[in-house]
């Protein structure tokens, strides 16, 4: 049995791998805190948490060289 819980949660988690700003996911699952939204934010893959940090290093080294 799938839950409502449960299809709010994959929405949250589709819409992490999207890229949407956490206050448009707020806005979308109706949450009416955005502690709410962050905390099923906390929730990303680790290979969104290895490209987000590749990302940083190379904005890292890009502004270090400059």
Known sequence: M?????TRH???SLLVALDVHPRVAMAILRHSQIAVTMNIYSEVSSAETREALRRLGETLGDSAGQ
């Open 2 to 6: 799938i839950t409502v819980h449960a």
């Open 10 to 12: 994959t929405c949250a």
